[in-house]
């Protein structure tokens, strides 16, 4: 045993206890992510400053909190600023992401570019690493009938049977076409759960259509296991706006309890730079 004064032994143990409680502090963090998962952000609401700077764009969310990122498609929405990213081989993608201590394993590609040249896409996709490929919406007319439903969804498991022998996972997201209705009443979103197969398509849910009736909570327990992500957006009932999560009126312990009988296994906060930034300190906070 080494001879330690008292004082000395006192000054150890104070030290220890610091390093130990920063640690703990540390593990507490990360586990306070709601549902123990990075929290993530989607690009597009940074894609003007995406094709300026991709890499210090990503450093840009990095710095501000986020640990994953949901990417767009270079072909698919090159003419919204993201044409450059189509520049950088995998390897070099994953670096800057890896460099600035982000991951990305899901990105939104679009509907004509999978029409036209999927194995494009998938062959991008894998060399990336991602597991995910999502479509914003799908296609039809402005006044759906149950067929044309049916159509469009029978298009998407196609596409969708392609991603899976690639070993992807294809998603939907909710917004445009999916908010219309059929003559009956019913939605074409609700309709799509029951024309789409479950092992080849799960859905990301948009948190902000609640301005349309879409409510994330009702969605995640009434399809059980059908989801794969969502977009994250906070909502004022009030002021009928958008504003940083953990503000408004909606209830995030509820949407991501609920989230966990949907099956979701990511999400990505979606708003302007500053709302965006402004919901890293809650997400941290919240413990579900």
């Not at 220890?16 to 640690?23: E, K």
């Not at 593990?27 to 995406?50: F, S, Y």
Request: hydrophobic fraction near 40%; include cysteine; aromatic fraction near 10%.
């Amino acid at each position: 045993m080494s001879n330690v004064s008292r004082r000395d032994f006192l000054k150890l143990a104070a030290t220890n206890a610091a390093v130990a409680g920063m640690l703990s502090a540390g593990t507490l963090d990360l586990h306070a992510n709601p549902l123990g998962l990075p929290i993530g952000c989607q690009t597009w609401p940074v894609r003007q400053m995406i094709a300026k700077d991709f890499p210090g764009t990503i450093k840009t969310l990095a710095a501000a909190g986020f640990q994953s990122i949901e990417l767009c498609s270079p072909y698919g929405y090159a003419d919204s600023g993201f044409a450059d990213v189509g520049k950088y081989s995998g390897a070099q993608l994953r670096k800057i992401l890896s460099d600035a201590g982000v991951t990305c394993i899901s990105s939104h590609f679009g509907l004509d570019e999978l029409r036209k040249d999927q194995e494009r896409s998938i062959a991008w996709a894998k060399d990336v690493g991602l597991t995910q490929m999502l479509v914003a919406s799908l296609e039809g007319p402005k006044n759906p009938t149950i067929d044309d439903v049916k159509r469009a969804a029978d298009e998407y498991n196609r596409i969708a049977e392609r991603a899976h022998k690639a070993g992807i996972q294809q998603g939907l997201h909710n917004e445009g076409w999916l908010t219309t209705h059929v003559p009956d009443g019913q939605r074409t979103y609700d309709l799509l759960f029951k024309f789409l197969d479950p092992k080849l398509v799960k859905f990301q849910f948009q948190v902000s259509t609640i301005a349309q009736g879409f409510d994330a909570v009702h969605y995640f327990r009434k399809y059980p296991g059908r989801f794969i992500s969502m977009h994250a957006q906070g909502w004022d009932a009030k002021t009928k706006k958008i504003v940083p999560i953990g503000q408004g009126t909606l209830n995030w312990k509820e949407i991501f309890e609920a989230a966990k009988v949907g099956g979701i296994k990511n999400y990505f906060v979606e708003m302007s730079l500053p709302m965006m930034k402004a919901s890293v300190p809650y997400l941290r906070k919240l413990n579900v």
